[in-house]
């Protein structure tokens, strides 16, 4: 049994492995978190930062150091008016907070499966975060005590976090303060009732931020691929049902499902965040460039 | 078919019951963990199809059912009918040699008679016919339980006589039970009474009940009167059903063979049959081989037939029985003694040009007189002693001093028997010479008796004393002596004389020397001197000197002689029974086989005598269906199947295949789960492998073995070192042993070990007379022994008094002239080449034989030495050496190692690696 930050490092490379097509991920971001990390976002003021931003006079009490001499050189003017110093444009990272569900009900999969739901999760949660932290960008884990992470070692220290995350049955993200504006990415099966998502997603709304929800489905789940007499059990202590023939609900179940789809889909709409459903039997690929494009794009 | 049971059917109705319920009843459902289980809450299908058992699981089940019904109500297939009368069940069965032939399918009938009384729920009481081992009358065991009587039927088995039908009659008489339904299971053939088992002659071992009238007489009466009785008390008894069989082959008798000239004539007695048929015999030497076979035809209503069968006379001698092939009897086998054998008999005369001279030849009387029963052989006596020859007649020819006296000499103590004939070539020897072979010394000349210049009459011969081997015979009064040699008189004359004339000199004397014996007719061997040739008593006489020859030590005929080994029913030779008595040889050739003198062998090991059951049996007959009874054939009734277990089986397998049906329907049974389950039972039942193999059977591996000295710790360091030897000679060699074996010699069969370990303990004693035979015959035969002192070299201290310990234990050892042994020998280079033989310890010399010996391939039957090689082999379970070699070193242990596996190629191979030494020079020789 290899140990758990073996586990978390191999998670990691796996992660990185499965971005490693993308190019680094910079997230669109209209407004930035306000934090003083530097990062890629030009904030359209002076601050701190590579960008040049814009000459202004030198005014008495500024550092001798931040003269430009070449541009003062150039206006022909005697000092002091003649100086300027240059300014840079405030250039600061994007924060975004990742959150995986780790319910019972994610720690499972179908026979046909390859995968548990969680896994997959995981997997996309550090292939993102991988991209994120090669973009520049800080990540953090929406976690009570969750710490920011940023660069190449930043993806260690997440997968490290996701190994050791204890179990929670709530199915929606926790109430931590989350800093203004940043990104939310939201991973989980999203299976509860739909009120709790909504309370949850209004709650980020609030703060504000945005994001995105990506549900993850195992193809049972899709499907409902039983048939005959079944007595099915919830993992989260829901109970269990009989169905006397499951092929007589199969229809039902799906119009069901729909249903909590389109709930999520109208919840997301409206908090303005992205949605999107992902099967544990298909490629975790196609479910990461739908993240990316998603957040690349505003 | 019928129901032993057929109560329980009445379950049969209850099955549609079962059916509804079954049918209402769903299978378990599959149990599955679903996490979307909240949007299945409340769901219902709309077209609801009621879950049901489905109609093939339904049909094995109502299957299973029916059969366990079916089953419990215990069907019986081919039942016979139900035996008459509602009290008892007297079962008589013939138990004589004559049951012997369809034994098994006799059994079969009984076992069916039982099981219908105790369908009947009747009682059984039973009655063997033939009297038991102990020679008790046959008696009627109370009636029993069916249950209680099964253990005694299974033990019945036919006795190697004849049944005793007179004495059943008196038992039966005695039985008084209404309603009784009686089974006869006969024989088919009358026998006469037994002798010596009646109530009458055996008085305390038969039953009290018998009437005081009948039991003196009845044995004794005719086989057919015995049979009639004894049918007219079965019909007393009760109802009779007779079980016969006219598919059963008859029952035969193999009577004892006519001993011809040249030939054996095998006879063999059945009662009467409508159709010929043919019987086969079979003539069978001592170790089992068949020698010959003879088809004897029975033609259609004969009794007796034969068939000759023709063998030299080596081979005649070697028979010791004659087996009617066919099913096991006591009646199928002739034991063959010393009468039927064929003894060579060489004729020599003195005056070789008119030997054979018609009337008149020395050699005439003696040709006619022996070639109907024996066969004689004619040349000069190299010639005769070539072969094996039994018996030489002399007629008239002196021996002198020479190589042809000392041949004859040898011949005759070696066994041979010598006969010779007094003449005028005798009488004229000179005195004072005297002949060695002669029985007694002769004086000189001869004595006529009446004739022209004698008064005195031509004597007569005296009847012949009891001693002599002659006694029995009758002396014609017309056999006269006119001339004849006299004997010296001495005291220890007369117990020299077999016969002798009326005036008391001896006519015939003899005597032994060495394991042979002289005999001398004191006249001629033709009609010059008496007329005793022209007899019928000379050929008697003859006949009793040859039958006395080859060892046989003439017993007097009243000796009694003790049983020694007797055939049982199925004609198998054991030990007598304890109720047989000896008998007196003259009494063997009337006696009929009983519980007391049963067929076998009697008498001393050296002249046994055979009792055949066939000897004096009365001609055989037919016996007619028993008057008013019912007959059944119980070679043609198909035995009774109960048909219960099959069914029940049947049942249980549908069950079991429903488990695992409802197992499937739960989803509790996946392919792969079955698969593995399947590969781990089937893995489980692979039995483990090991190093070494180990087999019960010494026969079907090589093995080393190493003998057994008592000491514990001793036996197990020498098998630990075997086993490290085996098994380095496995990784090393070609050579494949498995685990070594303990033997102990005069116990364990030495032939399959090809070297013998035998670590010498100090207080080792001589050994028992058995056991040095077994290693001498194991040393002769190739068998190399591995001595081991362990008191060499640095080891002295070890081990005191283990060199005197082999002094003792070798004492009763033929161990050749030993040597030391050089890196010349064979032994040093049979695999690897070695310098010297270390073992735990090194130093002393390795003694082996000192001569080649060619005839054992030039294998030192012993090696001797101290190093304790065991010790230096032994390996322990965890693969290391447990014993320190000293001095030491890797080095010292692997020569040990190599001296070992020199040990084994050189016990496997022989000297075959000796040939290895010209090699150079036959390379030298190809290249030039």
Same mark, same amino acid.
């Given at each position: *049994?290899?140990?758990?930050?073996?586990?978390?490092?191999?998670?990691?490379?796996?992660?990185?492995?499965?971005? $490693?097509?993308?190019?680094?991920?910079?997230?669109?971001?209209?407004?930035?978190?306000?934090?003083?990390?530097?990062?890629?976002?030009?904030?359209?003021?002076?601050?701190?930062?590579?960008?040049?931003?814009?000459?202004?006079?030198?005014?008495?009490?500024?550092?001798?150091?931040?003269?430009?001499?070449?541009?003062?050189?150039?206006?022909?003017?005697?000092?002091?008016?003649?100086?300027?110093?240059?300014?840079?444009?405030?250039?600061?990272?994007?924060?975004?907070?990742?959150?995986?569900?780790?319910?019972?009900? *994610?720690?499972?999969?179908?026979?046909? $499966?390859?995968?548990?739901?969680?896994?997959?999760?995981?997997?996309?949660?550090?292939?993102?975060?991988?991209?994120?932290?090669?973009?520049?960008?800080?990540?953090? *884990?929406?976690?009570?005590?969750?710490?920011?992470?940023?660069?190449?070692?930043?993806?260690?220290?997440?997968?490290?976090?996701?190994?050791?995350?204890?179990?929670?049955?709530?199915?929606?993200?926790?109430?931590?303060?989350?800093?203004?504006?940043?990104?939310?990415?939201?991973?989980?099966?999203?299976?509860?009732?739909?009120?709790?998502?909504?309370?949850?997603?209004?709650?980020? $709304?609030?703060?504000?931020?945005?994001?995105?929800?990506?549900?993850?489905?195992?193809?049972?789940?899709?499907?409902?691929?039983?048939?005959?007499?079944?007595?099915?059990?919830?993992?989260?202590?829901?109970?269990?049902?009989?169905?006397?023939?499951?092929?007589?609900?199969?229809?039902?179940?799906?119009?069901?499902?729909?249903?909590?789809?389109?709930?999520? $889909?109208?919840?997301?709409?409206?908090?303005?965040?992205?949605?999107?459903?992902?099967?544990?039997?298909?490629?975790?690929?196609?479910?990461?460039?739908?993240?990316?494009?998603?957040?690349?794009?505003? | 078919?019928?129901?032993?049971?057929?109560?329980?059917?009445?379950?049969?109705?209850?099955?549609?019951?079962?059916?509804?319920?079954?049918?209402?009843?769903?299978?378990?459902?599959?149990?599955?963990?679903?996490?979307?289980?909240?949007?299945?809450?409340?769901?219902?299908?709309?077209?609801?199809?009621?879950?049901?058992?489905?109609?093939?699981?339904?049909?094995?089940?109502? =299957?299973?059912?029916?059969?366990?019904?079916?089953?419990?109500?215990?069907?019986?297939?081919?039942?016979?009918?139900?035996? /008459?009368?509602?009290?008892?069940?007297?079962?008589?069965?013939?138990?004589?040699?004559?049951?012997?032939?369809?034994?098994?399918?006799?059994?079969?009938?009984?076992?069916?008679?039982?099981?219908?009384?105790?369908?009947?729920?009747?009682?059984?009481?039973?009655?063997?016919?033939?009297?038991?081992?102990?020679?008790?009358?046959?008696?009627?065991?109370?009636?029993?339980?069916?249950?209680?009587?099964?253990?005694?039927?299974?033990?019945?088995?036919?006795?190697?006589?004849?049944?005793?039908?007179?004495?059943?009659?008196?038992?039966?008489?005695?039985?008084?039970?209404?309603?009784?339904?009686?089974?006869?299971?006969?024989?088919?053939?009358?026998?006469?009474?037994?002798?010596?088992?009646?109530?009458?002659?055996?008085?305390?071992?038969?039953?009290?009940?018998?009437?005081?009238?009948? /039991?003196?007489?009845?044995?004794?009466?005719?086989?057919?009167?015995?049979?009639?009785?004894?049918?007219?008390?079965?019909?007393?008894?009760?109802?009779?059903?007779?079980?016969?069989?006219?598919?059963?082959?008859?029952?035969?008798?193999?009577?004892?063979?006519?001993?011809?000239?040249?030939? %054996?004539? =095998?006879?063999?007695?059945?009662?009467?049959?409508?159709?010929?048929?043919?019987?086969?015999?079979?003539?069978?030497?001592?170790?089992?081989?068949?020698?010959?076979?003879?088809?004897?035809?029975?033609?259609?209503?004969?009794?007796?037939?034969?068939?000759?069968?023709?063998?030299?006379?080596?081979?005649?001698?070697?028979?010791?029985?004659?087996?009617?092939?066919?099913?096991?009897?006591?009646?199928?086998?002739?034991?063959?003694?010393?009468?039927?054998?064929?003894?060579?008999?060489?004729?020599?005369?003195?005056?070789?040009?008119?030997?054979?001279?018609?009337?008149?030849?020395?050699?005439?009387?003696?040709?006619?007189?022996?070639?109907?029963?024996?066969?004689?052989?004619?040349?000069?006596?190299?010639?005769?002693?070539?072969?094996?020859?039994?018996?030489?007649?002399?007629?008239?020819?002196?021996?002198?001093?020479?190589?042809?006296?000392?041949?004859?000499?040898?011949?005759?103590?070696?066994?041979?028997?010598?006969?010779?004939?007094?003449?005028?070539?005798?009488?004229?020897?000179?005195?004072?010479?005297?002949?060695?072979?002669?029985?007694?010394?002769?004086?000189?000349?001869?004595?006529?008796?009446?004739?022209?210049?004698?008064?005195?009459?031509?004597?007569?011969?005296?009847?012949?004393?009891?001693?002599?081997?002659?006694?029995?015979?009758?002396?014609?009064?017309?056999?006269?002596?006119?001339?004849?040699?006299?004997?010296?008189?001495?005291?220890? %004359?007369?117990?020299?004389?077999?016969?002798?004339?009326?005036?008391?000199?001896?006519? !015939?004397?003899?005597?032994?020397?060495?394991?042979?014996?002289?005999?001398?007719?004191?006249?001629?061997?033709?009609?010059?001197?008496?007329?005793?040739?022209?007899?019928?008593?000379?050929?008697?006489?003859?006949?009793?000197?040859?039958?006395?020859?080859?060892?046989?030590?003439?017993?007097?005929?009243?000796?009694?002689?003790?049983?020694?080994?007797?055939?049982?029913?199925?004609?198998?030779?054991?030990?007598?029974?304890?109720?047989?008595?000896?008998?007196?040889?003259?009494?063997?050739?009337?006696?009929?086989?009983?519980?007391?003198?049963?067929?076998?062998?009697?008498?001393?090991?050296?002249?046994?005598?055979?009792?055949?059951?066939?000897?004096?049996?009365?001609?055989?007959?037919?016996?007619?269906?028993?008057?008013?009874?019912?007959?059944?054939?119980?070679?043609?009734? !198909?035995?009774?199947?109960?048909?219960?277990?099959?069914?029940?089986?049947?049942?249980?397998?549908?069950?079991? %295949?429903?488990?695992?049906?409802?197992?499937?329907?739960?989803?509790?049974?996946?392919?792969?789960?079955?698969?593995?389950?399947?590969?781990?039972?089937?893995?489980?039942?692979?039995?483990?492998?090991?190093?070494?193999?180990?087999?019960?059977?010494?026969?079907?591996?090589?093995?080393?073995?190493?003998?057994?000295?008592?000491?514990?710790?001793?036996?197990?360091?020498?098998?630990?070192?075997?086993?490290?030897?085996?098994?380095?000679?496995?990784?090393?060699?070609?050579?494949?042993?498995?685990?070594?074996?303990?033997?102990?010699?005069?116990?364990?069969?030495?032939?399959?070990?090809?070297?013998?370990?035998?670590?010498?303990?100090?207080?080792?004693?001589?050994?028992?007379?058995?056991?040095?035979?077994?290693?001498?015959?194991?040393?002769?035969?190739?068998?190399?022994?591995?001595?081991?002192?362990?008191?060499?070299?640095?080891?002295?201290?070890?081990?005191?008094?283990?060199?005197?310990?082999?002094?003792?234990?070798?004492?009763?050892?033929?161990?050749?002239?030993?040597?030391?042994?050089?890196?010349?020998?064979?032994?040093?280079?049979?695999?690897?080449?070695?310098?010297?033989?270390?073992?735990?310890?090194?130093?002393?010399? !390795?003694?082996?034989?000192?001569?080649?010996?060619?005839?054992?391939?030039?294998?030192?039957?012993?090696?001797?030495?101290?190093?304790?090689?065991?010790?230096?082999?032994?390996?322990?379970?965890?693969?290391?050496?447990?014993?320190?070699?000293?001095?030491?070193?890797?080095?010292?242990?692997?020569?040990?190692?190599?001296?070992?596996?020199?040990?084994?190629?050189?016990?496997?191979?022989?000297?075959?690696?000796?040939?290895?030494?010209? !090699?150079?020079?036959?390379?030298?020789?190809?290249?030039?």
């Amino acid at each position: *049994m290899p140990s758990a930050s073996t586990q978390a490092a191999a998670a990691a490379r796996r992660a990185e492995a499965l971005g $490693a097509r993308l190019p680094p991920l910079l997230v669109a971001a209209e407004r930035v978190a306000a934090t003083v990390a530097q990062g890629v976002h030009g904030r359209r003021r002076v601050g701190q930062g590579d960008s040049f931003w814009q000459f202004r006079r030198f005014i008495a009490g500024d550092p001798i150091g931040r003269i430009d001499w070449r541009q003062s050189a150039k206006s022909g003017r005697p000092a002091p008016d003649g100086w300027f110093i240059r300014e840079t444009e405030w250039e600061a990272a994007q924060t975004v907070c990742l959150w995986r569900d780790t319910s019972a009900s *994610m720690r499972w999969r179908s026979r046909g $499966a390859a995968v548990e739901k969680r896994e997959r999760a995981g997997l996309l949660l550090l292939a993102l975060a991988s991209l994120l932290l090669r973009g520049g960008e800080r990540v953090t *884990m929406i976690a009570p005590d969750a710490r920011p992470v940023s660069g190449r070692s930043g993806l260690d220290r997440l997968a490290d976090a996701l190994g050791t995350e204890a179990d929670d049955d709530a199915g929606v993200p926790p109430h931590v303060s989350l800093p203004r504006h940043a990104r939310v990415v939201l991973f989980g099966d999203f299976l509860s009732p739909l009120e709790e998502i909504q309370a949850a997603v209004g709650r980020l $709304a609030a703060i504000p931020v945005s994001g995105y929800l990506l549900q993850i489905l195992d193809p049972a789940e899709a499907d409902l691929p039983y048939s005959g007499r079944i007595r099915f059990r919830g993992l989260e202590r829901e109970g269990d049902t009989l169905i006397p023939r499951v092929e007589g609900v199969r229809h039902e179940y799906g119009r069901r499902l729909t249903a909590q789809q389109e709930g999520l $889909a109208a919840i997301c709409a409206a908090a303005a965040f992205g949605f999107a459903i992902h099967h544990t039997d298909h490629s975790p690929e196609t479910a990461l460039l739908g993240l990316y494009t998603a957040l690349t794009a505003r | 078919m019928i129901f032993a049971a057929p109560w329980v059917l009445l379950a049969l109705p209850a099955l549609p019951l079962l059916w509804w319920l079954l049918r209402v009843t769903p299978p378990a459902p599959r149990s599955e963990n679903f996490p979307a289980i909240r949007l299945l809450m409340g769901l219902h299908a709309r077209e609801e199809t009621p879950a049901r058992t489905p109609w093939w699981l339904l049909l094995l089940r109502m =299957v299973a059912a029916t059969l366990v019904i079916l089953a419990l109500a215990r069907p019986v297939l081919d039942a016979g009918s139900l035996l /008459p009368g509602s009290g008892p069940v007297l079962l008589v069965v013939d138990n004589g040699w004559a049951a012997a032939g369809d034994w098994p399918r006799r059994m079969q009938a009984i076992n069916t008679v039982l099981d219908r009384a105790e369908r009947a729920n009747r009682q059984v009481a039973l009655l063997v016919t033939a009297p038991d081992e102990t020679g008790a009358a046959p008696r009627i065991a109370a009636p029993s339980p069916v249950a209680d009587l099964r253990p005694r039927t299974a033990a019945l088995h036919p006795e190697p006589w004849p049944p005793d039908r007179a004495a059943a009659a008196i038992a039966l008489a005695a039985w008084h039970q209404p309603g009784t339904a009686v089974v006869y299971l006969g024989d088919g053939l009358a026998h006469e009474g037994v002798p010596g088992s009646g109530p009458g002659q055996a008085p305390g071992s038969g039953s009290g009940q018998a009437p005081g009238s009948g /039991p003196g007489q009845a044995p004794r009466s005719g086989p057919e009167q015995a049979f009639s009785g004894f049918a007219a008390a079965l019909g007393q008894a009760g109802t009779v059903t007779e079980l016969r069989s006219n598919a059963a082959p008859p029952a035969r008798v193999l009577l004892p063979p006519r001993s011809e000239a040249d030939r %054996l004539v =095998v006879r063999v007695a059945q009662a009467p049959q409508p159709l010929g048929s043919e019987a086969t015999v079979l003539a069978q030497s001592g170790d089992g081989r068949t020698l010959a076979r003879a088809v004897v035809n029975l033609s259609a209503g004969a009794g007796e037939g034969s068939a000759s069968i023709t063998l030299p006379p080596e081979l005649r001698n070697r028979l010791t029985r004659l087996v009617l092939e066919g099913p096991p009897s006591a009646a199928s086998v002739v034991l063959l003694d010393e009468r039927w054998r064929r003894r060579p008999v060489g004729l020599l005369a003195g005056e070789l040009a008119t030997a054979d001279t018609p009337f008149a030849g020395s050699l005439y009387y003696l040709r006619r007189a022996l070639t109907p029963y024996t066969e004689v052989r004619e040349a000069d006596l190299a010639t005769l002693l070539k072969r094996e020859i039994s018996v030489l007649i002399l007629a008239d020819r002196p021996l002198p001093e020479g190589a042809e006296l000392d041949t004859l000499t040898k011949w005759v103590e070696q066994g041979g028997l010598l006969i010779r004939f007094a003449g005028p070539r005798t009488a004229e020897q000179p005195i004072g010479e005297t002949d060695p072979l002669m029985p007694v010394k002769l004086l000189g000349g001869d004595r006529q008796l009446g004739g022209a210049l004698s008064w005195a009459e031509p004597a007569g011969v005296a009847q012949f004393s009891a001693s002599s081997p002659f006694a029995g015979l009758s002396v014609p009064d017309e056999v006269k002596v006119n001339r004849q040699v006299l004997a010296e008189p001495s005291a220890a %004359l007369s117990s020299h004389t077999w016969a002798a004339l009326a005036d008391g000199t001896p006519l !015939v004397t003899e005597a032994a020397r060495g394991a042979g014996r002289i005999v001398l007719f004191h006249v001629t061997a033709n009609a010059d001197w008496s007329n005793l040739p022209l007899s019928g008593l000379f050929v008697d006489m003859l006949r009793r000197l040859v039958a006395m020859s080859a060892g046989v030590a003439p017993t007097s005929d009243t000796a009694v002689l003790a049983p020694a080994e007797t055939l049982d029913g199925y004609g198998l030779l054991g030990d007598p029974p304890q109720a047989a008595t000896g008998l007196p040889a003259n009494e063997i050739a009337t006696t009929v086989a009983s519980p007391r003198h049963p067929p076998g062998l009697y008498g001393p090991e050296n002249g046994r005598r055979a009792l055949n059951l066939g000897g004096n049996l009365a001609g055989l007959q037919a016996t007619p269906p028993v008057a008013g009874a019912r007959i059944e054939d119980y070679a043609a009734a !198909v035995p009774e199947h109960a048909l219960g277990p099959p069914l029940l089986a049947a049942a249980l397998v549908l069950l079991a %295949l429903d488990l695992l049906v409802a197992l499937g329907l739960r989803g509790l049974l996946r392919p792969s789960r079955v698969g593995v389950t399947v590969l781990l039972l089937g893995l489980a039942s692979v039995p483990g492998a090991h190093a070494l193999e180990t087999d019960t059977n010494p026969a079907l591996a090589t093995r080393l073995g190493y003998i057994v000295t008592g000491d514990a710790q001793l036996d197990s360091v020498s098998r630990a070192g075997l086993e490290g030897l085996s098994d380095y000679v496995n990784r090393r060699t070609a050579a494949t042993l498995v685990e070594p074996d303990p033997v102990e010699p005069g116990r364990t069969d030495l032939s399959y070990y090809p070297l013998l370990y035998w670590p010498i303990a100090p207080e080792a004693q001589g050994l028992a007379p058995e056991q040095a035979a077994a290693l001498n015959d194991y040393m002769s035969r190739g068998g190399i022994i591995l001595m081991d002192t362990r008191d060499s070299g640095s080891g002295a201290g070890f081990a005191p008094g283990a060199g005197s310990a082999l002094q003792r234990v070798g004492q009763g050892l033929v161990v050749p002239p030993l040597a030391p042994l050089t890196t010349e020998h064979v032994l040093a280079r049979a695999f690897y080449l070695l310098q010297d033989f270390p073992g735990r310890y090194t130093g002393d010399a !390795v003694w082996v034989q000192r001569d080649q010996d060619r005839a054992n391939d030039s294998v030192s039957p012993v090696i001797i030495g101290g190093n304790d090689w065991a010790a230096a082999w032994a390996v322990d379970s965890a693969g290391r050496n447990p014993y320190a070699v000293m001095p030491g070193g890797a080095r010292q242990r692997t020569l040990a190692y190599r001296f070992g596996v020199n040990l084994v190629m050189y016990a496997l191979t022989g000297n075959y690696k000796g040939d290895q030494v010209h !090699v150079p020079a036959i390379l030298q020789r190809l290249g030039q």
